[in-house]
């Protein structure tokens, strides 16, 4: 099994910026695809911001130009800088990683609030 522990999160007013982390552990051999998700309560949960191995990235166009995903393999940790926050980005976030223990599955963390208010 993998764990996903984020932290990070917290309230900030607008044009403000937050670092979110994510660490993986537990039983695994190897991880693929490691991100960011976000969900308003009564909403689909989108994807904000996801890179492979290779350092591929992928963004949601909402955040395109203000937020930055990267990892460090060797802390098994994924973390999204976000500046020029809005108002819409309130949102509970959400890490998750493609894992290989006895197979590849997808994991998910607890998920942190990240509010945007003034």
């Known amino acids: 099994q993998v764990q996903l522990v984020e932290s990070g999160g917290g309230a900030v007013q607008p044009g403000g910026s937050l670092r979110l982390s994510c660490t993986a552990s537990?039983?695994?051999?190897?991880?693929?695809?490691m991100g960011w998700h976000r969900q308003v309560p009564g909403n689909r949960r989108e994807l904000v911001a996801t890179?492979?191995?290779?350092?591929?990235?992928n963004y949601a166009n909402s955040v395109k130009g203000r937020f930055t995903v990267s990892r460090d393999d060797a802390k098994r940790t994924v973390y999204l800088q976000m500046s020029a926050l809005k108002p819409e980005d309130t949102s509970v976030y959400y890490c998750n990683a493609r894992a290989f223990s006895d197979d590849w599955n997808s994991y998910w963390g607890q998920g942190t609030q990240v509010t945007v208010s003034s």
């Open positions: 537990g039983r695994f051999s190897a991880i693929s695809v």
């Open positions: 890179m492979t191995t290779d350092g591929t990235t």
